[in-house]
């Protein structure tokens, strides 16, 4: 029971207290560029769920129990981003086939996902983290990827009710959007503290 709790306490951690996108600045092209709608920006946030926890799972499987074990830490980048395109493209050719209006919509933010530092910067995390098993890593690998879709969905909420608000001229656009962005950045260090 208590693997049980410290799993709970790590998802929710990652998911609001550690939030790549508000604690780290983490993922933030996507974040600015993806949230203009909820429906986009739900989708890239399913899309980046899939692939980071996608990737956080094969990274510490190949980081733990192969490069460590023949010692090629030096490796360790390279694999990660090997796997992190290899899930981008497989999410890239679902997409594609079964939501083309969706597909045709995220134009170049879909194949950025295979730059999306969030991704990476989790993969590393696990190893500085010290995370000691596969089950930790696929749970804090999709808390993260949860936390990034709350995220952009938060700020594509936001955004939306934006457009009918009385924005002065000079504020319109990216401004109103960076300083949004840093307002819940701020909200969100509230959280700072409660669960490590």
């Given at each position: 029971m208590d693997t049980?709790?410290?799993?709970i306490l790590a998802f929710i951690s990652i998911v609001i207290v550690n939030n790549l996108v508000f604690t780290k600045f983490l993922g933030i092209c996507p974040y600015l560029g993806v949230s203009g709608r909820i429906d986009m920006a739900f989708g890239m946030g399913m899309a980046v769920t899939f692939v980071v926890?996608?990737?956080?799972?094969?990274?510490?499987?190949?980081?733990?129990?192969?490069?460590?074990?023949?010692?090629?830490d030096v490796a360790r980048y390279v694999c990660f981003i090997l796997v992190i395109a290899g899930a981008v493209q497989l999410v890239e050719m679902y997409i594609r086939k079964f939501f083309p209006s969706l597909y045709e919509s995220f134009g170049?933010?879909?194949?950025?996902?295979?730059?999306?530092?969030?991704i990476l910067g989790l993969c590393l995390f696990l190893d500085l983290w010290g995370v000691g098993s596969l089950l930790e890593a696929v749970v804090l690998s999709f808390g993260a990827g949860v936390g990034f879709t709350m995220a952009i969905c938060i700020m594509a909420g936001i955004r939306e009710n934006l457009k009918m608000a009385d924005v002065p001229e000079c504020l319109k656009g990216a401004p109103i959007t960076l300083i949004t962005a840093g307002l819940l950045a701020l909200a969100f260090m509230g959280f700072a503290g409660m669960i490590r």
């Open positions: 049980v709790n410290a799993l926890t996608l990737s956080g799972t094969l990274t510490y499987m190949i980081n733990n129990w192969i490069l460590m074990r023949l010692g090629l170049i933010f879909l194949p950025l996902i295979t730059t999306n530092c969030a």
